[in-house]
């Protein structure tokens, strides 16, 4: 198991504990349900917040932030960033965002993320959910210069499983 993935169930036990249900994004995320690594250079949340997104304010954009800040700081992180509400530990990047943006982002509805009960209560994207998220994303310039075209990569795969017609399985290996 990887050690994002590691991380992602201890920060969200405690997100649990303070009522808050996280959604598993990113590279983690898509590791989770393809069973296939990508790399990840850091571990994305996203949480309720305002649906503008980027768009809202720094402080305004995340919900219950407070709440977030002070458990992240017990944990042991240290916010590196406002703006991208990232929080670093040693070599662990964990950024939060706001989850309510996704489908005025991507088209992909919240109430119809798949939800998981393992020994955490969780949301992931579904692998089809993903591929919209990354076309989505695949347009933003900026993100394609940050990540070498990873994006094109992940859409590349995931339009192969639909071609091939394989699922995913969610059970724990």
């Known amino acids: 198991m990887d050690k994002y993935y590691r991380e992602f169930l201890i920060i969200c036990a405690e997100l649990n504990k303070i009522g808050i249900i996280p959604t598993l994004m990113g590279s983690v995320g898509l590791e ?5 690594s990508w790399q990840p250079t850091d571990l994305d949340i996203h949480v309720k917040g305002d649906p503008r997104g ?8 995340i919900y219950d932030w407070e709440k977030i800040y002070s458990m992240m700081q017990k944990l042991g992180y240290e916010l590196i960033d406002r703006h ?21 982002f991507a088209g992909v ?15 992931v994207p579904s692998k089809e959910q993903y591929l919209n998220i990354y076309k989505a994303s695949a347009q933003d310039s900026y993100r394609n210069d940050q990540n070498n075209g990873k994006d094109f990569l992940k859409i590349k795969y995931l339009e192969e499983l639909d071609s091939e017609g394989r699922e995913i399985n969610y059970d724990k290996d």
């Open 109 to 123: 509805e919240e109430d119809e993320l798949t939800h998981i009960k393992e020994e955490v209560e969780f949301l």
């Open 32 to 36: 989770y349900i393809t069973r296939r």
């Open 84 to 104: 991208e509400h990232e929080f670093k530990k040693e070599d662990l990047h964990v950024e939060f965002g706001s989850i309510s943006s996704l489908y005025d």
């Open 54 to 61: 980027w768009e809202a304010p720094d402080d305004q954009r």
